[in-house]
């Protein structure tokens, strides 16, 4: 099946033709399932983390039947189809992208028939995962960390932690001695220090199994 390059028409943004080139020093690559379609965005997750895209007429998309929705939409007085009449939720895509101002914008956008297995994926007994990042905030009951991926692309996961959560670092074992035996999760893991944590995935929720703390931020030293 033929796939085409089309531009998209938005009704808030100028209708112009997308740039037959990217520029390669600044696109990043993301890839996942598409999760949201907006009028100007495409939300897609990437691994467990959600990626949101800003979308305008300068993205090229590539997708199977984009030639035919093209087409239709010309025939109909539009310069091009919008976005959610090519790309569903639920459709693997790579997103090639470039950072401006703390949000990313689309470059290209590709449908893909599947997505390639993550090797790392699975990383202990039971389906654990493992993701490794810097603490953004810590609190008794959740953690979240930010991080890059093996693509290229940024993400941000928050775990919830509980009474069987296993946290290991310098000096966990005194700081749980003096709790009578309990792990005390925020004097033992700070804002900025590096971690490497293993999870299980429920539903929508991460659940920290081991929180392993590989340097300490700059605050606690």
Same mark, same amino acid.
């Given at each position: 099946?033929?796939?085409?390059?089309?531009?998209?028409?938005?009704?808030s943004?100028?209708?112009a033709?997308?740039?037959?080139?990217?520029?390669?020093?600044?696109?990043k690559?993301?890839?996942?399932t598409?999760?949201?379609?907006?009028?100007?965005s495409?939300?897609?997750?990437?691994?467990?983390?959600?990626?949101?895209?800003?979308?305008d007429?300068?993205?090229?998309?590539?997708a199977?039947g984009a030639?035919?929705?093209?087409?239709?939409?010309?025939?109909?007085?539009?310069?091009?189809?919008?976005?959610?009449e090519?790309?569903?939720?639920?459709?693997?895509?790579?997103?090639?992208?470039?950072?401006?101002?703390?949000?990313?914008?689309?470059?290209?956008?590709?449908?893909?028939?599947?997505?390639p297995?993550?090797?790392?994926?699975?990383?202990? =007994?039971?389906? *654990?995962?493992?993701?490794?990042?810097? !603490?953004?905030?810590?609190?008794? @009951?959740?953690m +979240?960390? #930010?991080? /890059?991926?093996?693509?290229?692309?940024?993400?941000?996961?928050?775990?919830?932690?509980?009474?069987?959560?296993?946290?290991?670092?310098?000096g966990a074992?005194t =700081?749980?001695? *003096?709790a009578?035996?309990?792990?005390? !999760?925020?004097?033992?893991?700070? @804002?900025?220090? +590096?971690? #490497?944590? /293993?999870?299980?995935?429920?539903?929508?929720?991460?659940h920290a199994?081991?929180?392993?703390?590989?340097?300490?931020?700059a605050?606690?030293?």
């Amino acid at each position: 099946m033929k796939r085409t390059l089309i531009a998209l028409a938005l009704v808030s943004l100028a209708a112009a033709a997308w740039p037959a080139r990217l520029d390669a020093q600044e696109a990043k690559m993301a890839r996942g399932t598409v999760s949201a379609v907006a009028a100007d965005s495409l939300t897609v997750k990437v691994g467990a983390t959600d990626m949101k895209f800003t979308v305008d007429s300068k993205t090229a998309v590539e997708a199977v039947g984009a030639g035919t929705k093209t087409r239709q939409a010309q025939a109909a007085g539009a310069a091009g189809p919008k976005l959610n009449e090519v790309v569903k939720i639920g459709q693997p895509v790579t997103v090639s992208y470039t950072e401006s101002g703390g949000s990313n914008h689309a470059t290209r956008i590709r449908a893909i028939s599947s997505l390639p297995a993550e090797p790392s994926a699975a990383s202990g =007994a039971g389906g *654990a995962k493992t993701a490794n990042g810097t !603490v953004k905030t810590i609190a008794a @009951t959740s953690m +979240t960390i #930010s991080g /890059s991926s093996g693509s290229g692309a940024t993400f941000t996961q928050t775990f919830v932690i509980d009474g069987t959560t296993k946290v290991i670092g310098k000096g966990a074992g005194t =700081a749980a001695a *003096a709790a009578g035996g309990k792990t005390v !999760v925020t004097e033992l893991v700070g @804002t900025g220090d +590096t971690v #490497s944590v /293993s999870y299980h995935t429920t539903g929508n929720t991460l659940h920290a199994a081991e929180i392993r703390v590989t340097n300490k931020g700059a605050a606690a030293k």
